[in-house]
């Protein structure tokens, strides 16, 4: 029985991509997975999430990682339907990895609405939509991790030519960054997701 996790990473990010991941694997190898120490990506350190990533690479029978950017993002914003941005990229990971149950971290208020959303998108695929299922389901941690490492490594890319910080409004060195960006240039980098509302108010404001 092939068993599916599904993730995202970067959601609430001022800029670089919406990475969405998803592994699947036999259920016989749950098990080899808690023992090697999967767990939310949240409550690992980048290092630990380094060397799990390439281990649940090794161990996984298969995964797909997609990077939605801030472009689509903001189609999406505009349309009020970033919650069906992300069921449309989640239902196609459940179809490509085509595993009998797949479990997936909702990002809607009602996760029953987001699963039969994916469902319905993935040629009605079994999906078990809960939220926190990150830290719930070691399949979804293992997604969320490969999700997590996927989006750190581009945003290290674009700091290689920017001081950006982390990317999220709470980051000051983001908020620094997109201001003197939009001061400079008098536009944002195609990198930045100008939907969103911090965004906004710096463009407002100057």
Same mark, same amino acid.
């Given at each position: ?45 980048? *290092? ?79 999906? *078990? ?67 969103? *509302? ?9």
């Amino acid at each position: 029985m092939q068993i599916c996790g599904v993730d995202d990473a970067g959601r609430g990010s001022m800029l670089g991509p919406l990475v969405i991941a998803g592994i699947s694997l036999d259920k016989k190898k749950l098990r080899k997975l808690s023992s090697l120490g999967v767990k939310d990506s949240k409550k690992l350190n980048p *290092k630990s999430r380094e060397q799990l990533y390439k281990e649940i690479i090794k161990l996984v029978d298969d995964y797909y990682v997609a990077r939605i950017s801030p472009r689509i993002i903001d189609a999406s914003v505009k349309n009020h339907c970033l919650n069906g941005l992300e069921a449309k990229y989640m239902a196609k990971i459940v179809s490509k990895l085509n595993a009998d149950t797949s479990y997936v971290d909702s990002c809607d208020v009602n996760p029953l609405r987001f699963g039969k959303e994916i469902s319905q998108l993935s040629n009605n695929h079994k999906i *078990k939509s809960y939220h926190h299922a990150d830290s719930r389901f070691v399949v979804v941690s293992a997604a969320s991790i490969i999700a997590k490492v996927s989006r750190d490594r581009a945003i290290a890319k674009l700091r290689k030519n920017h001081d950006l910080g982390s990317g999220y409004p709470s980051d000051s060195v983001t908020v620094k960054f997109v201001k003197k960006y939009y001061l400079t240039n008098k536009a944002m980098p195609n990198f930045v997701r100008k939907s969103w *509302k911090p965004v906004q108010k710096i463009v407002l404001k100057n």
